[in-house]
Antibody, heavy 120, light 108 residues
Framework: QVQLQESGPGLVKPSETLSLTCTVS??????????WSWIRQPPGKGLEWIGYIYYSGSTNYNPSVKSRVTISVDTSKNQFSLKVSSVTAADTAVYYC????????????WGQGTLVTVSS | SYVLTQPPSVSVAPGKTARITCGGN??????VHWYQQRPGQAPVLVVYDDSDRPSGIPERFSGSNSGNTATLTISRVEAGDEADYYC???????????FGGGTKLTVL
């Protein structure tokens, strides 16, 4: 059974960088069969796809955050990470990591999510 | 970018059938996926590729997709089905994933 678990600070100051890690168990981020994605959900609002990374390191980002986002992968730790720079209150959200089949384009396994609040 | 439109809310009595729509330009030509999100929980895939169900999802959940509208149908609705439902597609022109705004299903 594949499991994903987000981790990172729950509070980030405005203008700083938000950093989260997703640890994968029961599966490998080195597999060429999957994309590894980040999705966020502001309080009381809908889901927003942030972007994905493939095991090769190739990435694709939502234009709404592309200039501030970096997704990376650490195959040795079976983890992938998200960085969002220059955060504002609008980046306050529950952040989810998820797995997507490389030829399916749906998200079949999700982490439980972690709330990140941007506040001074 | 591709836009998906969902009604903000749908209400249904227990035992009845709920239909949640997802509108998009010629959406019938692409695959649509649906997620259920109960309060305080992560989304769960309930229908993929328009009408397929992952293992463990009740047969009461079904989907269809034609023209400019995809539909998630929940038969014999139960109190436990009360949740937010999101449709999602892959925008092949940009390789982006797009979510609809979500529909809150209320069981009366």
């Amino acid at each position: 059974q594949v499991q994903l678990q987000e981790s990172g600070p729950g509070l980030v100051k405005p203008s700083e960088t938000l950093s989260l890690t997703c640890t994968v168990s029961g599966g490998s981020v080195s597999s060429g069969s999957y994309y590894w994605s980040w999705i966020r959900q502001p309080p009381g609002k809908g889901l927003e796809w942030i972007g994905y990374i493939y095991y090769s390191g190739s990435t694709n980002y939502n234009p709404s955050v592309k200039s501030r986002v970096t997704i990376s992968v650490d195959t040795s730790k079976n983890q992938f990470s998200l960085k969002v720079s220059s955060v504002t209150a609008a980046d306050t959200a529950v952040y989810y990591c998820a797995r997507e089949g490389s030829s399916s384009w749906f998200l079949d396994y999700w982490g439980q999510g972690t709330l990140v609040t941007v506040s001074s | 970018s591709y836009v998906l439109t969902q009604p903000p809310s749908v209400s249904v009595a227990p035992g009845k059938t709920a239909r949640i729509t997802c509108g998009g330009n010629n959406i019938g030509s692409i695959s649509v996926h649906w997620y259920q999100q109960r309060p305080g929980q992560a989304p769960v895939l309930v229908v993929y590729d328009d009408s397929d169900r992952p293992s463990g999802i009740p047969e009461r959940f079904s989907g269809s997709n034609s023209g400019n509208t995809a539909t998630l149908t929940i038969s014999r609705v139960e109190a436990g089905d009360e949740a937010d439902y999101y449709c999602q597609v892959w925008d092949s022109s940009s390789d982006h994933r797009v979510f609809g705004g979500g529909t809150k299903l209320t069981v009366l």
